[in-house]
């Protein structure tokens, strides 16, 4: 059996690909215009739409397409019961294309919108087929319909709705009509092309053919009219001189729009063909191929549903294999950005921490020891002494260190935070845009110079961050427990205040920039870092804080001072740097590309192929 309970849940998936491959196309920067330059896309937004079902039937439209005389309004009475004109009396016996409506589908189907360009009429008087006059100086405008009752009495009730059209020759009605037939060959699932062994190698019938079976979903090759005896080995003939004509022929061998040649898809058309006999009736109709599907079931049963779906499957394949490429596309190029972001952002740390950790408000520190020593140890505790010897030794090696510095560090070490910062920044964002561009280099537009450029002047116009005071307030709760270990420490204040004068007040920074340059290969961060890498004014501080056992205090604050600061200064770069230069780019593109859900596309094109209807193996024989 096939499974015929699906199309709802099918066309909802597959509705919802037709919203998803356009987005994802937009998210990935191409142009709607291209999309039709998909494969496969045009099928996928062209055939789906047309599933038509009702009461979980599909809606097949079979189109009996051939030569006048062939016996295409024949078989039209015989497979729906609606007396059309018929037979032998004159050629061309039908004007008119006419198409029979199961009645059910009465209400369902809107027959202007599966047949466009046609006006429709309903057929209340059969001569109305025959009267060339009837839709004036263009034949084959008009498309004449009726409903009929399916049932045919000793048949099982088809499996699909049966749409059939009996379109007559415009060969020999209005060669003009060619078009709006040939659409109906489009619209058509499946094509029953009629011939007679006397007409069905004039070139007239073979342009038709090759026209039916460049459009057909499904094409059966029906031969009528054959004489007896011998009925099955002349169709055999015919049939044979066929597909030899149509191997050769180059009109053949063009393309179908679903990349299938024409002359294969004629040889794999199922054959027919019945014995000449004025009463035509359904068991006559005999397959070429003794393994080939009984005639009704093929075209209204059974059969007709698995080639249907099969066809379909085919026609929308590459349209799916396309969906399916380009959420792939999609994801990756969203995990791209993504690794971008973060690898770019990563430069912004690296280098911020970098200015962080090449300076050091050693004054701004002092002060704070200062102010703490004097409000948690009451007045009568500063005159409290260390024992002399201690005292002078240690303020003796102190002296030593103020006259040192001040003659020989204070001027190469000392700096105005701010200028300093400024300058640093400056040498960041070369240093960030040479590496962005080296990074990104298929993103040359949004690196190209001029941006870089103007990114860069912008930058320059805002002050670097204010510092926030939370690094030394991290520190006051230390500084008052130093005080309580070394009580006698306070009466050192005065010393203090003459450091805190020596290092220019709070307002300069230690620069601890070793030779190279801070962004150079490498990197001794930090005071103690630099004054291990030998910067001179660093060695020189380290050891006064060491005198006044203050050093653990001081790599504190140093750490404290540095992370913090680094803080500032990333969100400062990423606020006015990369923001406005590429990261709100980045996470737009990023942003469209979740939304048009390439996961969701993948799934649905699963699913799509899942519940594909197909034949369930155990149900046949
Ligand atoms: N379909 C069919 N008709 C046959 C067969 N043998 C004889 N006929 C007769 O062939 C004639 C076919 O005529 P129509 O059905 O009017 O042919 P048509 O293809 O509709 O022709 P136009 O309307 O002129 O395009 C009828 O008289 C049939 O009785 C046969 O095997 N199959
Ligand atoms: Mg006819």
Request: hydrophobic share 40%; net charge neutral.
């Amino acid at each position: 059996m096939l499974q015929t309970d699906f199309p709802l849940s099918l066309q909802r998936e597959l509705n919802h690909l037709l919203e998803c491959v356009p987005r994802m196309h937009r998210a990935l920067g191409r142009n709607d215009a291209d999309l039709g330059d998909l494969p496969g896309w045009s099928e996928l937004v062209g055939r789906p739409g047309r599933i038509i079902a009702h009461e979980g039937r599909v809606c097949l439209v079979c189109v009996l397409f051939g030569p006048s005389g062939a016996g295409k309004s024949t078989l039209f009475r015989l497979l729906t019961g609606i007396p059309v004109p018929a037979g032998e009396t004159r050629r061309p016996m039908t004007f008119h294309p006419t198409a029979a409506v199961p009645e059910p589908l009465r209400d369902i189907l809107n027959l202007a919108e599966l047949f466009p360009g046609y006006q429709l009429q309903p057929l209340r008087d059969m001569d109305m087929l025959q009267n060339l006059l009837l839709d004036g100086p263009k034949p084959g405008k008009d498309l004449f319909f009726q409903y009929y009752r399916r049932d045919q009495p000793e048949r099982l009730p088809g499996q699909a709705w049966l749409v059939l059209v009996d379109v007559p020759d415009f060969n020999t009605v209005e060669r003009s009509n060619r078009t709006r037939a040939e659409a109906m060959l489009g619209r058509a699932e499946t094509v029953i092309f009629l011939v007679y062994p006397e007409a069905y190698k004039d070139a007239a019938v073979m342009e038709q053919l090759q026209a039916a079976a460049g459009r057909a979903g499904h094409l059966i090759y029906m031969i009528t009219k054959v004489s007896a005896p011998d009925a099955d080995k002349a169709a055999r003939t015919i049939w044979e001189d066929v597909r030899y004509h149509v191997r050769r022929a180059p009109e053949f061998q063009t393309m179908r729009g679903d990349g299938r040649r024409i002359s294969e898809f004629v040889e794999q058309a199922g054959v027919y063909y019945a014995r000449r006999d004025p009463e035509l009736r359904l068991e006559d109709i005999r397959a070429l191929n003794p393994d080939a599907p009984d005639f009704w079931s093929l075209v209204t049963g059974q059969d007709a549903l698995e080639v249907y779906w099969s066809n379909l499957l085919e026609v929308l394949d590459q349209g799916l294999t396309t969906a399916q490429g380009l959420a792939r596309e999609a994801a990756t190029a969203r995990e791209e950005l993504r690794q971008h972001l973060i690898t770019a952002d990563q430069r912004i740390v690296e280098v911020s921490e970098r200015i962080a950790g090449s300076q050091f408000p050693a004054g701004e520190l002092v002060e704070l020891i200062i102010d703490v020593v004097k409000e948690s140890r009451p007045g009568w505790l500063r005159i409290l002494t260390l024992p002399v010897a201690r005292a002078a030794g240690m303020l003796l090696s102190l002296r030593g260190l103020f006259a040192k510095f001040r003659k020989t560090e204070r001027k190469t070490v000392l700096r105005d935070r701010r200028e300093l910062e400024q300058r640093r920044l400056e040498e960041a964002v070369d240093v960030l845009l040479s590496a962005w561009r080296r990074d990104n280099p298929t993103e040359t537009a949004l690196f190209s110079t001029g941006r870089c450029r103007e990114a860069a002047r912008r930058f320059q116009e805002y002050a670097p961050p204010p510092v926030r005071d939370d690094w030394k307030e991290a520190l006051r709760a230390d500084v008052r427990d130093w005080s309580r270990r070394h009580p006698w420490y306070g009466s050192l204040v005065g010393t203090l205040s003459e450091m805190l004068v020596l290092l220019g007040g709070a307002a300069l920074v230690l620069d601890l920039a070793v030779s190279g340059g801070i962004f150079g290969a490498v990197g001794q961060l930090g005071v103690a870092g630099a004054a291990g890498a030998g910067s001179l004014g660093a060695g020189t501080v380290l050891k006064m804080f060491e005198e006044l056992k203050l050093k653990d205090i001081l790599e504190k604050a140093d750490v404290k001072w540095r992370s913090q600061r680094r803080d500032e200064l990333e969100t400062h770069l990423r606020e006015h740097l990369a923001r406005p230069l590429f990261v709100n780019d980045w996470q737009q593109r990023i942003q469209s590309l979740d939304e048009a859900d390439p996961e969701a596309c993948l799934t649905g094109v699963k699913a799509i192929r899942a519940s594909w209807p197909r034949r369930d193996a155990g149900a046949r024989p």
